[in-house]
């Protein structure tokens, strides 16, 4: 069945340093989905990638999806308290819906 | 403030029992989405509506069911509850019938005793 791991699990950080989490299935996907998770919130749409090597930026953030379309990464620079949280990647499951990571938990230390 | 509104936030109950989250959608948008999380199993999806009619179901119990009313707001019916079953329930909307989830809700917070 679908599995999309990410890695790594948890992520500790110094303030100012920068961060990435690596996503990987074992199928290939039509698109990825990024979504964040402020301790206690809620998830927030991030992002949708749908083109092969396809690379998008926010800020600091930059989402890249692999050009065989299995693997995409997200990449924070120059972290701040503000980027606390578990972030996850989505694919496509099977019968349209959306199938979620494992999810890396980043901590960010002052 | 995502716009997708559920109650109650917190609910504890002992097992056997039975309860029911409810889900106002963001305004305008017709697809419900259900997701299970708790800390050993991540976010699991569990059901999506669109416009009343199911379009998609994934690891949903028997036990479990939903339905989204003509009003657009969804239930989440959780019956004959397990000491498993304690989570927290999200519930998501999005304008279009695709399955991306776009707002999440805060999420009703399960406790099974």
């Known amino acids: 069945g679908q599995q999309v791991m990410q890695i790594p699990q948890y992520q500790h950080v110094q303030e100012g340093e920068d961060f990435t989490t690596y996503c990987n299935s074992s199928?290939?996907?039509?698109?990825i989905q990024w979504y964040k998770q402020r301790p206690g919130g809620h998830p927030v749409f991030l992002i949708q990638?749908?083109?092969?090597?396809e690379v998008k930026k926010q800020k600091r953030l930059t989402f890249q999806f692999g050009e065989a379309k299995k693997n995409s990464s997200l990449h924070i620079t120059a972290t701040q308290t503000t980027d606390v949280g578990t972030y996850f990647c989505?694919?496509?499951?099977?019968?349209?819906?959306?199938?979620f990571g494992t999810g890396t938990r980043l901590t960010v230390i002052p | 403030d995502s716009g997708v509104t559920q109650t109650p936030k917190h609910l504890i109950t002992a097992t056997g029992q039975r309860v029911t989250l409810r889900c106002s959608p963001r305004?305008?948008?017709?697809?419900v989405y259900w997701y299970q999380q708790s800390l050993d199993q991540g976010l699991q999806f569990l059901i999506h509506?669109?416009?009343?009619?199911?379009?998609a179901k994934g690891n949903i119990l028997e036990r479990f069911s939903a339905q989204q009313f003509p009003d657009l707001h969804s239930e989440l019916n959780l019956s004959s509850l397990e000491l498993g079953d304690s989570a927290l329930y999200f519930c998501?909307?999005?304008?279009?019938?695709?399955?991306?989830?776009?707002?999440f809700g805060d999420g009703t917070r399960l406790s099974i005793l």
């Open positions: 998501a909307s999005s304008a279009g019938q695709g399955w991306q989830p776009q707002h």
């Open positions: 199928t290939t996907l039509s698109n």
């Open positions: 990638l749908v083109k092969s090597g």
């Open positions: 989505a694919g496509p499951g099977g019968a349209n819906n959306l199938f």
């Open positions: 305004s305008g948008d017709l697809s």
């Open positions: 509506y669109y416009n009343g009619e199911e379009r």
